[in-house]
C-alpha cells in the first residue's frame, strides 16, 4: 500500500487462542513492547484501549466465542511510528461499512456498545479493516508515538 | 473485582481492576443480583479503582441505566480517572448518567436511619 516500502526498528509477533482472559495479556504485551518508546500514559492508555476493542472484536465476533486463534502483530519504524495488526481467521463480515458504524452491534443481546471502531478511529490515526465471510478479519492500526520527552 | 453495599435504598459499587469484556460479565451478574433483590432508588458505581475501561464498561453502564430507569431509579458514574472519562465522553454516557468526582452525600451513612437521608439528598433531575 505505502509508497517505499518501510522496514520496521523493531518488531513482535504473538498468537494466542481467542479466550477473553487473553484481552488483558494482548493489551499488558503491546503496552510492554512499547514501552521502548517511553510513551506518556495517556497515549499508552489510548493504544491499550484501541488494542482491547480490536482483540475483543476477534474474540466476541470473529471467533463468536468459539475456538481459534488470534494473531497480534506490533511494528515500530521510523520516528516512532507504530503499526499494530490484529487478524482472526473467524467468521469475517460482509459489510464493514455498517460494522463500523457508530453504536451499531451485531449482539445488543450481550451489551456491546457498538463503540469499538469508533474508540479505535478516535484513540488512533488510522485505521483500516480488511474482512471478509468465512476467512476472517484483519484490523491495522496506526498512529505516532510522541513519548514524554517531546511534550 | 467488584465489592457492593446497599443502605438506605442506594447500592454503592466499588470496581477495581480491568475492566473489559472478560471482567464485565462477572461485574454484570454480581451488581444485577444486588439490583434486583435490593431494588435500590440510586446506584452508585465509583470507578476509581478502576485501572482500565474499554467499551465493555459502556455496555456495563448503559445496561444497569436501562435496569434502573425500569425501577424508577438512577445511576451515578463515580470518581472516573482521566482516561475512563475520555471514553465516557466519546460515548455520550454524560448524558445519561450524572458524573461526578464527589461522593460525599451520595451514599447515606451506615448508622443513619435508613429513608429520611436519602431524600435529603436526592439530586435535582434536570
Known amino acids: 500500500m505505502s ?40 497515549e499508552l492508555s ?20 468459539r475456538s481459534g486463534e ?39 443481546e450481550e451489551e456491546r456498545a457498538g463503540l469499538g471502531f469508533t474508540i479505535m478511529e478516535t484513540f488512533m490515526e488510522k485505521v483500516r479493516v480488511k474482512s471478509k465471510p468465512d476467512k476472517g478479519t484483519t484490523v491495522i492500526l496506526e498512529r505516532t508515538v510522541q513519548g514524554k520527552r517531546r511534550l | 473485582m467488584t465489592e457492593l453495599k446497599t443502605v438506605g435504598g442506594v447500592t454503592a459499587v466499588m470496581l477495581s481492576g480491568d475492566l473489559d469484556h472478560h471482567s464485565a460479565g462477572m461485574m454484570r451478574t454480581d451488581i444485577d443480583r444486588e439490583i434486583t433483590e ?42 472516573p480517572p482521566a482516561y475512563i472519562k475520555k471514553v465516557l465522553r466519546l460515548a455520550g454516557v454524560d448524558r445519561l448518567a450524572r458524573l461526578t468526582d464527589d461522593i460525599s452525600g451520595l451514599i447515606p451513612d451506615e448508622n443513619e436511619k435508613e429513608d429520611e437521608k436519602i431524600e435529603q439528598t436526592t439530586p435535582q433531575t434536570t
Open chain 1, 46 to 65: 489510548d493504544i491499550k484501549t484501541a488494542v482491547s476493542e480490536a482483540v475483543t472484536n476477534a474474540i466476541v465476533h470473529g471467533y463468536r466465542e
Open chain 1, 3 to 42: 509508497r517505499r516500502p518501510l522496514r520496521p526498528l523493531n518488531e513482535m509477533t504473538l498468537t494466542f487462542p481467542a479466550l477473553s482472559e487473553n484481552e488483558r495479556f494482548a493489551r499488558l504485551a503491546v503496552s510492554g513492547f512499547l514501552s521502548q518508546l517511553d510513551p506518556n500514559i495517556s
Open chain 2, 38 to 79: 435490593k431494588h435500590p432508588r440510586r446506584l452508585v458505581i465509583d470507578f476509581s479503582r478502576v485501572t482500565f475501561m474499554d467499551s465493555s464498561g459502556i455496555g456495563l453502564i448503559m445496561g444497569r441505566y436501562k435496569l434502573m430507569c425500569e425501577q424508577g431509579g438512577e445511576v451515578i458514574v463515580a470518581r
Open chain 1, 70 to 108: 488470534v494473531m497480534m502483530q506490533v511494528r515500530i519504524f521510523e520516528d516512532s511510528r507504530i503499526c499494530i495488526k490484529i487478524q482472526d481467521k473467524g467468521c469475517g463480515m460482509a459489510d464493514v461499512e455498517q460494522a463500523m458504524t457508530p453504536l451499531y452491534t451485531s449482539s445488543p
